[in-house]
């Protein structure tokens, strides 16, 4: 099984950086995503790592790290349309997800 | 394109009656799944297909049922809802080719059975 460890909620001024932790125990790993989730909407993808190393997307970027069991979803120049819930989801060895309970970023202004 | 579509957006359902939400996606994906979500307790897998023709239990698999006689269209049925399966539930969609493929997710079905 997984056990997927994020903090329930942050909050960050508008223009200023947020780092998500995430942090995973799992008897398989094939690779880690992190999703958006705007209230009352889909998950939606945001990234994926399977190396360690940084991926970055413009204003996004997540790093993994496989020995530590260790993810983080940094975003920088926050915009209050970034006010969401910030999934990390881990693949076991059938390429099924499991997810973390998820942590809620507010931004404000 | 549409993606995937779940309907009814929203239900509210007498305990004890049987339920089909029906999920349907236009990408030609191989591999499907429903979820349910409850606060605090995140996404959790209730049943999967991972291409048409076969099915598979999730986390919680208990009360609900699938089937996937073709590879557009994925519904989930609840045989005889309880209190408990209260949620909003999501349907999402993979290109399943072998490999940890995006998930894509339906809108979602929030359910109230009382």
């Known amino acids: 099984g997984q056990n997927i460890d994020q903090p329930t909620e942050m909050t960050a001024t508008e223009g200023a950086i947020v780092q998500i932790n995430c942090t995973y125990q799992t008897s398989g790993f094939n690779g880690l995503f992190w999703y958006q989730q705007h209230a009352g909407e889909a998950p939606t993808f945001l990234s994926y790592n399977v190396l360690d190393g940084l991926e970055e997307k413009g204003r996004f970027s997540s790093f993994l790290s496989r020995s530590k069991g260790y993810s983080y979803l940094l975003l920088k120049e926050l915009q209050m349309k970034d006010s969401a819930s910030y999934l990390c989801?881990?693949?076991?060895?059938?390429?099924?997800?499991?997810f973390g309970a998820g942590t809620t970023v507010t931004v404000r202004a | 394109i549409a993606g995937i579509t779940q309907a009814p957006t929203s239900q509210i359902l007498a305990a004890g009656r049987r339920m089909t939400l029906r999920c349907t996606q236009d990408m030609r994906h191989n591999a499907m799944y429903w979820y349910r979500q409850d606060l605090g307790l995140g996404l959790r897998l209730i049943h999967y297909?991972?291409?048409?023709?076969?099915?598979g239990k999730g986390e919680v698999p208990d009360g609900y049922s699938v089937s996937r006689a073709n590879t557009d269209d994925f519904p989930l049925t609840l045989a005889s809802a309880v209190p408990s399966q209260t949620s909003v539930y999501f349907c999402a969609s993979s290109g399943g080719q072998g490999g940890p493929d995006t998930q894509y997710f339906g809108p979602g079905t929030r359910l109230t059975v009382l």
């Open positions: 297909s991972n291409t048409a023709g076969t099915t």
């Open positions: 989801a881990v693949t076991d060895n059938d390429y099924k997800l499991s």
